[in-house]
């Protein structure tokens, strides 16, 4: 068989690859749509029906839409379910596993049907108008109400998918006692007592973010330490303190948003007595 008949598969093929190296690149929005859009409906019609017979051009491309949105808010329903969980990332990667599955199924079923009987993509006004040839006037208008109807019933949910509505945006900081939960505070040690608390953070700022955590007491800082947090990531940190002197401690925890050094974005306080032994 001609090279010219695997074509199509070819450049479904070369178009999935680029998305998924190129899937943390800004700017490719085109690519994502084409993904989400025709490649995996049109590479799994080319799988079901590998002959030129079994589905005509305008009917492959028209199914080709619909089965790429059915496809695309399949996955991305499964992925909620799945340790990677629901996300554009996951769901254009899960797509494209599946996209090069069936490009490869499709290569083996056009070779097997042979150069005669296989699909050969062609692409002219000519099929267009040979299509509609003979047609009433109300077929032609309803088909074309149908295929307007359904390019922006795709646009409008892979926009949707593509640009979810984002909620309030805001960090969780918070210190946990000794048991991981929000109480039995080391609140009154004696000198040389260790006091253990677990400070935690989480991102839910629709994306990565670098932050400054410092820890101070009565004014004097005691750590400082830059993280970096990807959108819905979560952080503990296991800290620990003690006094060589009875006093009482006032401890601040400080959370920065950077760039900005001079700004608290979040804190916390927390009275330690330090009794003598």
Known sequence: MAMRQYSDLLLMGFLTILTVVFIKTPGLNLLE????AFIPGYCL??????GKNDVK??????LSLGLSLALTALTGFVMKYTPWGFSLTSTLLAVSA???????LAFIRRWRAGEEQGFSPTFSLNIVRN?????SLEYKVLSVIIIITMVLAVSATLYIMVNPHQGDKFTEFYILG???????YPTNLTLGERGNLTIGIVNHEYQRVDYLLVVKSNNRTLSSENLTLENGAKLEIPYNFTASYADKKEMKFLLYRLPD??????SLNLTVYFEGG
């Open 131 to 135: 299509h509609f040839r003979g047609r």
């Open 261 to 266: 050094e001079e700004k608290v974005y979040r």
């Open 57 to 62: 051009g305008v009917e492959r491309g028209a």
């Open 45 to 50: 019609m080319a799988a079901v029906f590998p």
């Open 33 to 36: 749509f084409l993904l989400m």
């Open 178 to 184: 000794e048991n991981g939960t929000a109480a039995d």
């Open 98 to 104: 599946f996209t090069v599955v069936m490009v490869a």
